[in-house]
């Protein structure tokens, strides 16, 4: 394997990767994303356990107020003229997830993709989802045209319910499938307005205000994916959404060359392709290998098979109950996510069955092992779906023996290493025979490698490249690779959430704004939308690790005395039952330090003394346990 080459320079007025030549370390890159905790600053509220190493302020003195920091205004650009391109992303080319981008041209906002991003318990705990800030496009919601919606995945349209009705709920134009889940997904959410949704087909083009825009198909692992190509003054601006690339050895099929190639011979200004992959050299398997291998799996294979996969696998299940209606075997599905998927599949035409091939669960014991295919969600491990629980014996209908087959059609997601692994132990003692994609070609992605990319991108040939759909590392890797094949590193667009890149000067010039729009992330906790608080995140991060110390006191506001011994509530800290005598250190020192802090005080001031409470008992628990636990004073004044 050869060498990497050096990333591409910074471009003139963007932002471009560092080549490894650089002198200096690199910056820390500042993100518009969710941060870290950070350190508690001063507050009222409850405090996190810490040596108490800081001098208390009395209410009233020359220390009086905490400085205000003014935030500075968000920023949104005028509208551009209409010869000038302008390109927004607000999510998707620094995670991958929350997927939305904007084209403006000849006036008008095109909006691509609508996703969300789930997000880990551990960082955002109590956080449903993330979503792409909608601030920019609320505030120029008169110049959207329209929503176009690349293809049915989660990561593209999970926002839909949550976004379209801030956006004013403009047209959306999709193709079949991708309009039949979108609709399926806004039936949970009746209180939002109902949908406008125009169905396209493949290769055809329409005229969008005063705007020619083209659809055509990409290759993904879900049907009805589709590229978007919209007219402007200097060339078309083309967009893949999440594609790969259908070949035979690293041969792109005839079906691929000529879409590419008729793309390839129009006028092309900007290309902004998928990322996802760019970090793996080389071709991607074709999906059409894993159906080769999951049929010979499926005739050769003694006893039962049980195929755990993603639901989003239409094509792949459409496939699997396809061949075992043909050789005779009856399929039973697991999981409400598949269950769903394939009512969608039979709704749009993509899978046509019989009646009897598709039975209950109840029903395995009617017919021999050897004619049972049992397709499972849960393949990543999920703690209550359908295959652990039939690993783990809590299935009410479905008991493994060492005659089953199981075969793992999936991939390991980034962050489920652990759960996997948890599954694959508890299926090998059961005693079945394993099957998975590190050991035979039973899962394929639906995102290009490189090579695929740079042969797209070569085919497409636009004057400016950006790379979209994943991290800085995927992006930036995307740049690299199209940059070794041949491209001046001059026209690759390298760009953050909330980024503006305008086009201006008859597609010469490239002219980045010094500002960003907001692209702080929204988040989905419960019932509410809006910014991601981080006090809240921390707060709850504190109450998981270290749990919460309560401190119920009555102070003589006269006197500030204490009425009686305090009350001390625990949870999530530590065994109190056990830990009496640092329970009675405890109390004493409430008591000590309630009455010092209002020594010569008149009349007693109960926010000063939570504070002086808060301090002394953290830094107590701390010294004492070596855990941070929330203190949380409650002080009643009588």
Known sequence: MSAPAPAPAPAPQGRAPRSE??????????????????????ETGPRRARPANRTMRRPGGAQGGTPTVKKAPDYFPEAPGKDVVRVVPLGGVEEVGRNMFTIEANGDIFVFDVGFQFVSEDTSPGVDYVLPNTRYLEMNKDRIRGVFITHGHLDHIGGIPFLMNRMGNPTIYTQNLSAVMIKKRQEEYPDQPELNIVTVEPGSTMTIGSTKVQFFPVTHSIPDSMGIAISTPYGNVIATGDLKLDHENGIPTETEAKKWGALGKQKNLLFIADSTNAERDGFSVPERKVHETLEEIIRTVKGRLIIGTFASQFERMVRIIEISEALGKKVITEGRSIKTNLEIAQKT????????????????????????????????????????????????????????????????????????????????????????????DVHSTGHGNTGELIWINQQVNAKYFMPAYGYYSMTASHARAVEQAGRPRESIIL??????????????????????????????DGFSIGDLQEVVIRDRQMLAKDGMFVIIATVNLKTGKLRKSPDIISRGFVYLRENQEMLNQARLLIKKTVEDSTEGMNPVDLDYVKNALSDTMAGYLFTRTNKAPMVIPVLIGV
Do not use: C
């Open 495 to 524: 760009a953050d959430n909330g980024m503006v890149i305008d086009i201006e000067e008859n597609g010469e010039k490239l002219n980045y704004h010094k500002q960003k729009v907001p692209s702080t992330p929204l988040v989905v």
């Open 349 to 440: 035409g993509l899978l046509t069955v019989k009646k009897d091939t598709i039975i209950s669960s109840q029903e395995i014991g009617d017919y021999p092992p050897d004619k049972i295919v049992i397709l499972s969600t849960g393949a990543q491990g999920e703690e209550f779906a359908a295959l652990m629980r039939i690993a783990t014996k809590q299935h009410k209908s479905i008991t493994l023996n060492s005659r089953d087959t199981i075969v793992l059609s999936s991939s390991v997601i980034p962050g489920n290493e652990i759960s996997v692994q948890k599954l694959k132990d508890n299926l090998y003692r059961n005693g079945v025979t394993l099957i998975h994609y590190r050991s035979s």
């Open 21 to 42: 030549s650089s002198q200096g370390p690199r910056p820390e890159r500042r993100t518009d994303g969710p941060r870290p905790p950070q350190a508690r600053g001063k």
